[in-house]
């Protein structure tokens, strides 16, 4: 698991470089013919982990309801993300990480409800998750590096 949380350190470095680059406007704008833009993409690789790791393992989420909503697959951004809400999502970006490699190392994951994603990956266990989740991070990360040629 080593390399997993390797690459998935080195995708949310990458997705830090964006919220640090970009201004605010250029995080919240959608370009024509997008249907989410650069923050909606970061928000939502942070409440799908949360989902494939921790909600199929049936252990509480450590984000929000709110934020869930917000992020969940087959959302939009309705509105203008605030400057305080991308700090949050910032932060949340690498606590997570070091959370879920610290749960992962104490065995906090006993049980996994199997799932299948949109894609037709069959998840059958927590490693599936997280691996998993790897690929889901780099699948936003190329649709963000479109949205940026637009803004």
Request: aromatic share 14%; no cysteine.
């Amino acid at each position: 698991m080593e390399s997993t949380f390797k690459i998935w350190e080195t995708n949310r470095n990458i997705y830090k470089t964006f919220l640090e680059n970009y201004s605010l406007a250029q995080l919240n704008k959608i370009p024509i013919g997008f249907s989410n833009n650069l923050v909606w993409n970061i928000g939502h690789i942070i409440v799908a982990q949360q989902g494939l790791v921790y909600r199929l393992s049936e252990l509480p989420m450590y984000i929000s309801t709110e934020m869930v909503d917000t992020y969940k697959n087959g959302s939009k951004p309705t509105g203008t993300t605030s400057q305080v809400e991308v700090d949050e999502l910032k932060a949340l970006l690498f606590d997570l990480l070091e959370k879920t490699k610290a749960d992962f190392t104490n065995n906090k994951f006993i049980t996994y409800n199997e799932f299948t994603t949109n894609t037709g990956f069959h998840l059958a266990s927590t490693k599936d998750a997280i691996e998993f989740n790897n690929y889901h991070e780099g699948l936003h990360l190329g649709f963000m590096m479109n949205i940026r040629k637009f803004i």
